[in-house]
């Protein structure tokens, strides 16, 4: 291993342990150098900030687990994301406090949104508003998922997932029938009048 990820593993493995000792913002450069026997100059040579070492840990652990698996149907990508962000739930519930410009909550968003978008798309393929259907799909998984983490992933995943393929199929389905109820009506007021129509 190069000595360049040697020192942004060790950096990497320095935050985690602070993040579970304490929330995100209460977190210094000094303190992070500190723990891993480094200076800052060493970090600053890797990393903008610490926001900068999060978003890195993020990428790098999180697609080299998920790459294997871009393969797979759309529910079963979004089940293993979900066992990854359980897995590390103290980590990320903790990175996801902190809110603003170049905050791990406005990477995760970034990173997730075509992520989960390009899992949909497929979905909609021949239809022309398949972008405004996918991104709808896509803004409401990742908004669920982030909410998940910030309640601190109380239900385990495959419970989570569960909920959230019953919401989606189970608000399709309503629609669905609640539109083929209308279209009962409609035809059924059409044939009422006609038959009316040709009394008269």
């Given at each position: 291993?190069?000595?360049?990820?040697?020192?942004?593993?060790?950096?990497?493995?320095?935050?985690?342990?602070?993040?579970?000792?304490?929330?995100?913002?209460?977190?210094?450069i000094g303190d992070i150098v500190e723990r891993c026997n480094m200076n800052r100059q060493s970090f600053y040579y890797h990393f903008r900030d610490k926001y900068d070492l999060v978003n890195w840990?993020?990428?790098?652990?999180?697609?080299?687990?998920?790459?294997?698996?871009?393969?797979?149907?759309?529910?079963?990508?979004?089940?293993?994301?979900?066992?990854?962000?359980?897995?590390?739930?103290?980590?990320?519930?903790?990175?996801?406090?902190?809110?603003?410009?170049?905050?791990?909550?406005?990477?995760?968003?970034?990173?997730?949104?075509?992520?989960?978008?390009?899992?949909?798309?497929?979905?909609?393929?021949?239809?022309?508003?398949?972008?405004?259907?996918?991104?709808?799909?896509?803004?409401?998984?990742?908004?669920?998922?982030?909410?998940?983490?910030?309640?601190?992933?109380?239900?385990?995943?495959?419970?989570?997932?569960?909920?959230?393929?019953?919401?989606?199929?189970?608000?399709?389905?309503?629609?669905?029938?609640?539109?083929?109820?209308?279209?009962?009506?409609?035809?059924?007021?059409?044939?009422?009048?006609?038959?009316?129509?040709?009394?008269?």
């Open positions: 291993m190069p000595d360049s990820n040697i020192t942004k593993r060790a950096l990497s493995a320095a935050m985690k342990e602070l993040m579970a000792e304490r929330p995100m913002e209460k977190i210094r840990i993020f990428y790098t652990e999180f697609f080299a687990d998920i790459q294997r698996s871009f393969d797979k149907p759309g529910w079963e990508l979004i089940e293993k994301m979900c066992q990854f962000f359980y897995e590390n739930r103290t980590f990320y519930t903790n990175a996801l406090q902190v809110r603003g410009q170049n905050s791990f909550s406005e990477y995760f968003n970034e990173v997730m949104h075509p992520l989960i978008l390009a899992r949909f798309d497929d979905i909609f393929a021949d239809d022309p508003d398949r972008d405004f259907y996918a991104t709808f799909l896509a803004d409401s998984i990742r908004v669920t998922i982030t909410r998940w983490l910030l309640e601190g992933a109380k239900l385990p995943p495959e419970r989570f997932i569960e909920l959230l393929k019953k919401a989606v199929t189970g608000l399709a389905y309503k629609i669905v029938m609640e539109e083929e109820q209308d279209h009962s009506r409609s035809n059924l007021q059409d044939d009422t009048s006609a038959n009316s129509n040709q009394k008269v």
